[in-house]
């Protein structure tokens, strides 16, 4: 495909998406709260031993455990990255 069958907002938008990859957020030097994280991972064990494991469910507590590893480490301003690199 040649450029020029691509709208300038569509280049534009492409532009603005890889200098967004570029940007790599900086891990904090001290964890944060670490309450969040041992939380998610107490309630999915609780969860898999519990009478009402079901494997449909378990990728909620998998969710939770992601997004608080994530904020943990990389801060709770990780989501505006990624939702900027995901939109752009």
Same mark, same amino acid.
């Given at each position: 495909?040649?450029?020029?069958?691509?709208?300038?907002?569509?280049?534009?938008?492409?532009? *603005?998406?890889?200098?967004? @990859? @570029?940007?790599?957020?900086?891990?904090?030097?001290?964890?944060?709260?670490?309450?969040?994280?041992?939380? *998610?991972? @107490?309630?999915?064990?609780?969860?898999?031993?519990? =009478? =009402?494991?079901?494997? =449909?469910?378990? =990728?909620?507590?998998?969710?939770?455990?992601? @997004?608080? *590893?994530?904020?943990?480490?990389?801060?709770?301003? !990780?989501?505006?990255?990624?939702?900027? !690199?995901?939109?752009?």
């Amino acid at each position: 495909m040649s450029l020029t069958e691509y709208t300038d907002e569509q280049l534009e938008k492409e532009l *603005a998406r890889r200098k967004a @990859k @570029k940007t790599i957020p900086p891990m904090i030097s001290e964890p944060l709260n670490t309450l969040p994280i041992k939380g *998610a991972c @107490k309630e999915y064990i609780e969860f898999l031993y519990s =009478d =009402d494991y079901h494997e =449909d469910e378990s =990728d909620n507590y998998q969710n939770q455990i992601f @997004k608080a *590893a994530l904020e943990m480490v990389y801060g709770y301003d !990780v989501w505006d990255y990624v939702i900027e !690199v995901i939109s752009s």
